[in-house]
């Protein structure tokens, strides 16, 4: 039987649904990217700048990893939201337990190749002699803890699915309030140095999937996702399908990772350890940025998907076109904190004065035209709602890959470091233009939400 918190996709007002489902998770993540930026000061402060640019060269592994457990719970949760619309309780329960399957086994090989490798793998991030040791120590323990990592992201979409953003909001919480305490008191009360920063994080996503689990497994008159055995069989296609939905999201994250590594290259390059240090603590405040309008993307997408599943366009539309103007006067009130206050922020980690003056300039570059972030990401994440996987995939690659990374190598051979810089708002503008031309060929809530071009939407109004 559909719970009330599944059935009110389909028929609360949806502003007050958006902003129900966006709220919590806007929260969550905001608190995630702020406490990122406080661990950040923990290493800066307890350890030092050579341990801050390490945790940078570690994070496209990081990255590599939120990518898998993202794009599996992103597809699962696509398909989940679609069968709930379409009262199909035992289709959207296997979505889910294939998603935990999947996810174990591929975390499972995940650190078997990195603990493998990890050394090399480092070096080609971009990590000198100086840096290496703390990135080892920091990676491995992180590692070790990733199961719980990857698990408790991939069940937080399932979460979103059926309406419960609330509860993943409280989960979010918890985690971060756990990882505030013990970093600290791992790095300067029980002097563990990186490791401590390292497994102060784990800790907290060991208890947060604990939470997640509780929820599905003892739980279940409050949850429309029953994990039985019946929903514990393997299904292949079904897989397949998740892994092409959720494509885009990964080849986004991956891409990311492989963004990072080239400027890392370029900064050693043209750079050095400050510069390293400077886009690690940058790189904080790109998340602060992103984080809360992905906030607002998760909120639209199970109402999208739901409405979708039970051929409600009118929905569909009015919740894509609120939450664009929700992104975008979220991006612009960011972008104007940013631009007026950046010494400010970067004085948070150092009092270098190079690094200050360094690291005031980089920031104001790279986030010269942030406040259009709102648009890309929704776009995006609407076309993942409708499953339109192609679509969703070449507008994920379109910002990272076809557009930074070729300005990342291009543009220092002309302004060295500051053309690692210029490249970032150059590609960000492209990115938005194109998502912008895809959303007005689909003819898709920008310019005419009434003429959704899906074909089964078509045919449905025709009838």
Do not use: C
Request: charged share 10%.
């Amino acid at each position: 039987m559909m719970n009330k918190n599944t059935a009110r996709l389909g028929e609360a007002p949806i502003n007050k649904l958006l902003i129900g489902l966006s709220l919590p998770a806007m929260i969550g993540m905001l608190v995630t990217a702020l406490y990122n930026i406080v661990d950040t000061i923990f290493v800066a402060q307890g350890i030092g700048t050579v341990a801050v640019a390490a945790v940078g060269i570690a994070f496209p592994v990081q990255l590599v990893l939120m990518a898998i457990s993202n794009s599996v719970g992103i597809g699962g949760a696509a398909i989940a939201s679609q069968r709930l619309g379409q009262k199909n309780l035992a289709g959207a329960s296997r979505a889910y337990a294939n998603v935990l399957m999947v996810v174990f086994v591929v975390s499972m090989l995940a650190i078997v190749a990195a603990f493998i490798f990890v050394e090399p793998l480092l070096r080609l991030f971009g990590a000198t002699p100086e840096i290496m040791p703390y990135s080892i120590d920091f990676l491995r323990v992180l590692l070790l803890g990733s199961p719980f990592f990857m698990l408790t992201m991939a069940s937080s979409a399932m979460l979103r699915a059926e309406g419960r953003a609330s509860y993943q909001m409280r989960v979010m919480l918890t985690t971060v309030a756990i990882n505030i305490v013990l970093t600290p008191l791992f790095i300067f009360g029980l002097d563990w140095g990186i490791q401590g920063a390292a497994l102060g994080t784990v800790v907290a996503q060991i208890v947060g999937s604990i939470l997640i689990f509780r929820f599905f497994f003892t739980k279940a008159k409050k949850t429309s996702l029953i994990l039985n055995r019946e929903a514990f069989r393997f299904d292949p296609k079904l897989v397949v399908r998740m892994g092409q939905i959720g494509s885009s999201s990964f080849i986004m994250q991956v891409s990311q990772s492989v963004l990072f590594i080239t400027v890392n290259h370029m900064l050693v390059r043209y750079g050095g350890t400050t510069e390293l240090a400077t886009f690690a603590v940058i790189n904080k405040f790109m998340a602060l940025v992103g984080m809360p309008i992905m906030g607002i993307v998760q909120g639209m997408q199970p109402i999208v998907g739901y409405n979708f599943g039970s051929k409600q366009f009118d929905r569909m539309s009015q919740a894509i076109k609120l939450a664009i103007r929700y992104g975008l006067t979220l991006s612009i009130t960011l972008w104007l904190l940013i631009q007026l206050f950046p010494r400010f922020w970067v004085g948070m980690f150092t009092e270098d004065t190079t690094l200050l003056n360094d690291g005031s300039t980089a920031m104001r570059i790279l986030f010269a035209i942030s406040f259009v972030y709102g648009i890309q990401m929704i776009i995006n994440g609407m076309y993942q709602s409708l499953a339109k996987a192609r679509v969703a995939l070449f507008l994920s690659l379109s910002r990272q890959t076809l557009y930074t990374i070729p300005l990342v190598l291009i543009l220092p051979l002309f302004f060295g470091v500051q053309g690692v810089w210029f490249a970032f708002p150059i590609a960000d503008l492209m990115a938005v233009l194109t998502a912008v031309v895809f959303a007005y060929r689909d003819r898709i809530m920008l310019f005419k939400p009434d003429e959704y071009a899906e074909p089964e939407a078509k045919a449905v109004q025709a009838k």
